[in-house]
Nanobody
Protein backbone atom coordinates (compact mmCIF):
# COMPACT_ATOMS: atom_id res chain seq x y z
CA UNK A 1 0.00 0.00 0.00
CA UNK A 2 1.38 3.38 -1.02
CA UNK A 3 1.18 6.20 1.50
CA UNK A 4 2.19 9.81 1.05
CA UNK A 5 2.38 11.88 4.23
CA UNK A 6 2.85 15.64 4.06
CA UNK A 7 4.16 17.81 6.87
CA UNK A 8 5.41 21.35 7.39
CA UNK A 9 2.28 23.37 6.78
CA UNK A 10 1.15 26.12 9.11
CA UNK A 11 0.44 29.80 9.56
CA UNK A 12 2.98 32.35 8.36
CA UNK A 13 3.01 36.07 7.70
CA UNK A 14 3.27 37.43 4.19
CA UNK A 15 6.90 37.48 3.09
CA UNK A 16 7.76 34.51 5.25
CA UNK A 17 8.87 31.00 4.36
CA UNK A 18 7.76 27.44 4.90
CA UNK A 19 9.20 24.09 3.88
CA UNK A 20 6.82 21.26 3.11
CA UNK A 21 7.95 17.65 3.21
CA UNK A 22 6.30 14.55 1.80
CA UNK A 23 7.45 11.11 2.90
CA UNK A 24 6.43 8.23 0.67
CA UNK A 25 6.15 4.62 1.72
CA UNK A 26 6.92 2.92 -1.57
CA UNK A 27 9.67 0.49 -2.45
CA UNK A 28 10.35 1.97 -5.89
CA UNK A 29 10.42 5.72 -5.17
CA UNK A 30 12.97 6.19 -7.96
CA UNK A 31 10.32 5.08 -10.47
CA UNK A 32 8.10 8.05 -9.73
CA UNK A 33 8.03 11.67 -10.67
CA UNK A 34 6.70 13.78 -7.82
CA UNK A 35 4.72 16.95 -7.52
CA UNK A 36 2.95 19.42 -5.29
CA UNK A 37 -0.57 20.60 -5.93
CA UNK A 38 -2.67 23.09 -4.03
CA UNK A 39 -6.35 23.83 -3.64
CA UNK A 40 -7.72 27.07 -2.27
CA UNK A 41 -11.33 27.36 -1.09
CA UNK A 42 -13.71 27.56 -4.02
CA UNK A 43 -10.97 26.89 -6.56
CA UNK A 44 -9.81 23.90 -8.54
CA UNK A 45 -6.76 21.93 -7.51
CA UNK A 46 -3.72 23.15 -9.42
CA UNK A 47 -0.22 21.85 -10.05
CA UNK A 48 2.33 24.05 -8.30
CA UNK A 49 5.59 22.20 -9.02
CA UNK A 50 6.83 18.89 -10.41
CA UNK A 51 10.14 17.05 -10.44
CA UNK A 52 11.36 14.09 -12.47
CA UNK A 53 12.61 10.90 -10.85
CA UNK A 54 16.25 11.96 -10.95
CA UNK A 55 15.50 15.51 -9.93
CA UNK A 56 17.17 16.94 -13.01
CA UNK A 57 14.07 18.50 -14.54
CA UNK A 58 11.41 20.57 -12.85
CA UNK A 59 8.23 22.44 -13.60
CA UNK A 60 6.75 25.45 -11.81
CA UNK A 61 3.47 27.23 -12.20
CA UNK A 62 3.98 30.85 -13.25
CA UNK A 63 2.47 32.05 -9.99
CA UNK A 64 5.29 30.51 -7.91
CA UNK A 65 8.32 30.77 -10.20
CA UNK A 66 11.27 32.34 -8.44
CA UNK A 67 9.67 31.84 -5.01
CA UNK A 68 9.16 28.07 -4.65
CA UNK A 69 11.70 25.28 -5.09
CA UNK A 70 10.91 21.60 -5.40
CA UNK A 71 13.55 19.00 -4.56
CA UNK A 72 13.78 15.33 -3.69
CA UNK A 73 15.98 12.99 -1.71
CA UNK A 74 15.71 9.53 -3.24
CA UNK A 75 17.67 7.97 -0.39
CA UNK A 76 15.01 9.18 2.05
CA UNK A 77 11.95 8.68 -0.17
CA UNK A 78 11.08 12.31 0.42
CA UNK A 79 10.13 15.29 -1.71
CA UNK A 80 10.26 18.89 -0.50
CA UNK A 81 8.73 22.21 -1.40
CA UNK A 82 10.61 25.27 -0.18
CA UNK A 83 8.28 28.25 -0.25
CA UNK A 84 9.74 31.73 0.10
CA UNK A 85 8.25 35.22 -0.16
CA UNK A 86 4.84 33.80 0.63
CA UNK A 87 1.75 35.78 -0.31
CA UNK A 88 -1.82 35.60 1.03
CA UNK A 89 -2.87 34.12 -2.31
CA UNK A 90 -0.64 31.12 -1.59
CA UNK A 91 -3.10 30.11 1.13
CA UNK A 92 -4.39 26.63 0.30
CA UNK A 93 -4.26 22.97 1.18
CA UNK A 94 -1.09 21.58 -0.36
CA UNK A 95 -1.04 18.01 -1.65
CA UNK A 96 1.87 15.78 -2.54
CA UNK A 97 1.43 13.47 -5.53
CA UNK A 98 3.30 10.61 -7.20
CA UNK A 99 3.31 9.96 -10.97
CA UNK A 100 4.50 6.63 -12.37
CA UNK A 101 5.55 8.36 -15.62
CA UNK A 102 8.89 9.11 -14.05
CA UNK A 103 10.18 11.63 -16.57
CA UNK A 104 7.06 13.78 -16.19
CA UNK A 105 7.16 17.16 -14.53
CA UNK A 106 3.57 18.06 -15.48
CA UNK A 107 2.43 15.60 -12.89
CA UNK A 108 -0.52 13.27 -13.53
CA UNK A 109 -1.05 11.68 -10.12
CA UNK A 110 -1.33 7.99 -9.47
CA UNK A 111 -1.22 8.59 -5.72
CA UNK A 112 -2.12 11.49 -3.45
CA UNK A 113 -1.25 12.56 0.05
CA UNK A 114 -3.85 13.74 2.52
CA UNK A 115 -2.84 17.41 2.30
CA UNK A 116 -1.41 20.01 4.64
CA UNK A 117 -2.83 23.47 5.26
CA UNK A 118 -0.77 26.56 4.48
CA UNK A 119 -2.17 29.89 5.60
CA UNK A 120 -0.46 33.17 4.78
CA UNK A 121 -1.66 36.20 6.69
CA UNK A 122 -1.39 39.72 5.33
Amino acid sequence: QVQLVESGGGLVQAGGSLRLSCAISIRTFNNYAMGWFRQAPGKERELVAGISWRGDTTYYADSVKGRFTISRDNARNTVYLQMNSLKPEDTAVYYCAADSRRYNTRIIPDYWGQGTQVTVSS
